[in-house]
T-cell receptor, first 116, second 114 residues
């Protein structure tokens, strides 16, 4: 099956710094990528949807200036958490959709962000 | 809009026993249905999906699910569970048309006891 990678798998940063998380589709072209946030023992909350070459569409309540998403190519999307604070600590998961007939979403392994 | 309700937040089961994880959904349009599994500190892995055709869908690791349109349900079952099935399970739906975003249920933690 298709593989989606995320880097880093975990990151610890100081409050006020920015953190970039990469999401790559390794063996398919991802026309659409999604970014989710998951709090402990909770479900996934969609943060934004991005299509290659265009601006991301953010869900209601998600600060687009805080969570910068770039989808510059069909295999790479990045999420930058700007001026991170402890409340941004969470598990971030990306997902990529193969635009083929199956139209299935594949999930990355997630990135654990801890802001001190 | 769609919504998904997983009726049990936690399901403890003994090893080799059968299990059913319940999922109900609400939608004004036709949907695709999915079950995902999440192991600790990992992303989601697709167990199975219903797109069309036979309402009984077989997935990986011996799981199966049955789509019941009249009851708007998509319950997940396995006849005999193993310790390795301990994980979080998420039911999700996606509209055939429109935004096509995956909408997840709250998740069910399946714990297999020896």
């Amino acid at each position: 099956g298709a593989v989606v990678s995320q880097h880093p798998s975990w990151v610890i940063c100081k409050s006020g710094t920015s953190v970039k998380i990469e999401c790559r589709s390794l063996d398919f072209q991802a026309t659409t990528m999604f970014w989710y946030r998951q709090f402990p023992k909770q479900s996934l909350m969609l943060m934004a949807t991005s299509n290659e070459g265009s601006k991301a569409t953010y869900e209601q309540g998600v600060e687009k200036d805080k969570f910068l998403i770039n989808h510059a190519s069909l295999t790479l999307s990045t999420l930058t958490v700007t001026s991170a604070h402890p409340e941004d600590s969470s598990f971030y998961i990306c997902s990529a959709r193969d635009g083929g007939l199956v139209n299935e979403q594949f999930f990355g392994p997630g990135t654990r962000l801890t802001v001190l | 809009a769609q919504s998904v309700t997983q009726l049990d937040s936690q399901v403890p089961v003994f090893e080799e026993a059968p299990v059913e994880l319940r999922c109900n959904y609400s939608s004004s349009v036709s949907v695709y249905l999915f079950w995902y599994v999440q192991y600790p500190n990992q992303g989601l892995q697709l167990l199975l999906k219903y797109l069309s055709g036979s309402t009984l869908v077989k997935g990986i690791n011996g799981f199966e699910a049955e789509f019941n349109k009249s009851q708007t349900s998509f319950h997940l079952r396995k006849p005999s569970v193993h310790i390795s099935d301990t994980a979080e399970y998420f039911c999700a739906v996606r509209a055939l048309q429109g935004a096509q975003k995956l909408v997840f249920g709250q998740g069910t933690r399946l714990t297999i006891n020896p």
